[in-house]
T-cell receptor, first 112, second 112 residues
Framework: GEDVEQSLFLSVREGDSSVINCTYTDSSSTYLYWYKQEPGAGLQLLTYIFSNMDMKQDQRLTVLLNKKDKHLSLRIADTQTGDSAIYFCAEGIMNRDDKIIFGKGTRLHILP | EPEVTQTPSHQVTQMGQEVILRCVPISNHLYFYWYRQILGQKVEFLVSFYNNEISEKSEIFDDQFSVERPDGSNFTLKIRSTKLEDSAMYFC??????????FGPGTRLLVL
């Protein structure tokens, strides 16, 4: 069945790069997403990538997709204290009303 | 920028009571969704709704749950007789065809 796996915790020093990894199982997924959730807040769509792309860059964010290995990563350059949050990897088909499948989320902790 | 809104932001209810969670999707969207997130866990799909009927529902979405689009703007989730395990954050989302889903800020439901 559909499943998305990601590590639960990541600690990074302020100013360093953060890399959050994710694997997914559904090869029919056409979109892979990264959502950010700050404490007590809703889901903020950070970025998404089409499954026929290898990489997408958006300012400090770089998404890499290895479709063969079903591996997705999110790199945050120059990590700031404001980046402290839970990051959810998710997959979907974006075909009519298809649901989005979320991972359990990676809690990013920023060290001073 | 248009956004999905949800009311109330927080709801506390007694076990066995009925609750209605409300959502106003983005105005030109056609597909509507409810997800839930139990504290500390992943975001789970509950139901999708299109053309005034349920398109897909998960195992979680049992007979205690119902959805409705009572007018042209609101989309509601009703839990008929709440249980302790219904305590969670409930997210509404909406989308246009072939576009990503936009999530609301969530309603935190606490069942006592």
């Amino acid at each position: 069945g559909e499943d998305v796996e990601q590590s639960l915790f990541l600690s990074v020093r302020e100013g360093d790069s953060s890399v959050i990894n994710c694997t997914y199982t559904d090869s029919s997924s056409t979109y892979l997403y990264w959502y950010k959730q700050e404490p007590g807040a809703g889901l903020q769509l950070l970025t998404y990538i089409f499954s026929n792309m290898d990489m997408k860059q958006d300012q400090r964010l770089t998404v890499l997709l290895n479709k063969k290995d079903k591996h997705l990563s999110l790199r945050i350059a120059d990590t700031q204290t404001g980046d402290s949050a839970i990051y959810f990897c998710a997959e979907g088909i974006m075909n009519r009303d298809d649901k989005i499948i979320f991972g359990k989320g990676t809690r990013l902790h920023i060290l001073p | 920028e248009p956004e999905v809104t949800q009311t109330p932001s927080h709801q506390v209810t007694q076990m066995g009571q009925e609750v209605i969670l409300r959502c106003v999707p983005i105005s030109n969207h056609l597909y509507f969704y409810w997800y839930r997130q139990i504290l500390g866990q992943k975001v789970e799909f509950l139901v999708s709704f299109y053309n005034n009927e349920i398109s897909e529902k998960s195992e979680i979405f049992d007979d205690q749950f119902s959805v409705e689009r009572p007018d042209g703007s609101n989309f509601t989730l009703k839990i008929r007789s709440t249980k302790l395990e219904d305590s969670a954050m409930y997210f509404c989302a909406s989308s246009s065809p072939q576009e990503t889903q936009y999530f609301g800020p969530g309603t935190r439901l606490l069942v006592l």
